[in-house]
Nanobody, 126 residues
Framework: QLQLVESGGGLVQPGGSLRLSCAAS????????IGWFRQAPGKEREGVSC????????YYADSVQGRFTISRDNTKNTVYLQMNSLKPEDTAVYFC???????????????????WGQGTQVTVSS
């Protein structure tokens, strides 16, 4: 059974850092595109970052470029999202998702992903 489990969320002050983890089971995460998404109350789910399967090319939304870093540890079958210089507007539930795609770069569109984790809350507040 293919499963994704996020962890690492919490409460942090503005300017602080968090590292989110997305642990996969039931499949080899290395071969899948993995995306990080977030959804704030009353807003649509938005793509934050993604990493291409095997090639490891990446994408970042403009709002997080230079502050967030996505990475993958194949030995742990886990993808990480390192979040630095956090802002109150980063507050949201963060989800990771996976899709198996043969061509092209990873994309930040929720509809392109087949498998989803349950989400982890990130709150940036003083």
């Amino acid at each position: 059974q293919l499963q994704l489990v996020e962890s690492g969320g919490g409460l942090v002050q503005p300017g602080g850092s968090l590292r989110l983890s997305c642990a996969a089971s039931g499949f080899t995460l290395e071969t899948y595109d993995i995306g990080w998404f977030r959804q704030a109350p009353g807003k649509e789910r938005e793509g934050v970052s993604c990493i291409r399967g095997r090639l490891s090319t990446t994408y970042y939304a403009d709002s997080v470029q230079g502050r967030f870093t996505i990475s993958r540890d194949n030995t742990k079958n886990t993808v990480y999202l390192q979040m630095n210089s956090l802002k109150p507007e980063d507050t949201a539930v963060y989800f990771c998702a996976a899709t198996l795609k043969l061509f092209g770069e990873c994309v930040p569109y929720p509809s392109s992903y087949n498998y989803w984790g349950q989400g982890t809350q990130v709150t940036v507040s003083s």
